[in-house]
């Protein structure tokens, strides 16, 4: 897996992220989307079941790929040798975190620039400007093939739509287009058989566990 290719949680990031400015627009909503698909790359690595509500760590040897060999030993220490754990749970405690070391890994890969700034000169603020763009544009012209042009995905796409139909970053993929517009045909490939049937599971059941993390946010919010 090293370095092959943008995992899934970058390329949520790729597409929240501001060009210019380098700050997240939807961010808390796209910050439980960055978790689950880093979890996501695990199960598709064979690291990790999702089955249901409960996800388990099956195999700890790493992938190669630092970011989601991070997320896996974070995984291995918080399930404290427990079978199973509530996909809910790591996704509540994992998003902030997600975030920033999915952030401090694009850096790394140079996708972003990182930027410190301080605010009124006082609270440190960063700010991450794409670097290279064309990883953004494949992914755009990528989702825009599968889900205006109808073409069939592969299981990574699948689980990425599928994430953003979850999360409702409907617009962070196509802002240009009403989200009625895009999200029958995003909904129809989340439920689709694009993926080996494990993986089509775990995707369906990552995409249950982020729709509820993400009304329960709502819900407080306006409590």
């Known amino acids: ?3 092959t290719h943008v995992t899934l949680g970058e390329e949520i990031m790729l597409l929240s992220l501001d060009d210019e400015s380098g ?3 939807s961010r808390q909503a796209a910050g439980w989307a960055v978790a689950g698909g880093l979890l ?3 199960v598709m690595a064979g690291r990790v079941s999702v089955t249901g509500a409960y996800l388990g760590v099956v195999d700890t040897t790493p992938t190669g790929e630092p970011l989601i060999d991070g997320r896996l030993a974070l995984l291995e220490t918080w399930m404290k040798g427990r079978s199973k754990r509530r996909v809910t749970d790591w996704l509540t405690k994992d998003q902030a975190k997600a975030v920033g ?3 401090e890994r694009m850096s790394e890969r ?3 620039v990182e930027e410190r700034h301080k605010l009124l000169g006082l609270f440190p603020v960063r700010r991450y400007p794409e670097a290279d763009g064309s990883a953004e544009r494949e992914l ?3 989702l825009a093939a599968t889900v205006l042009g109808k073409a069939d995905p592969d299981e990574r796409t699948a689980g990425l739509i599928a994430l953003l139909h979850a999360a409702k970053l409907h617009r962070l993929a ?3 287009l009403p989200r009625r517009e895009v999200a029958r045909r995003m909904a129809d490939i989340a439920a689709g058989e694009w ?3 494990s993986v089509r599971l775990a995707i369906r059941d990552m995409q249950a566990a982020v729709i509820a993390v993400t009304a329960a946010t709502v819900a407080a919010a306006v409590a």
């Open 40 to 42: 996501l790359e695990l």
């Open 23 to 25: 700050t997240a627009t």
């Open 195 to 197: 993926a080996a049937e």
């Open 1 to 3: 897996m090293a370095g």
């Open 174 to 176: 196509f802002p240009e």
């Open 140 to 142: 755009r012209d990528r």
């Open 101 to 103: 070391a999915t952030l």
């Open 110 to 112: 140079g996708l972003v």
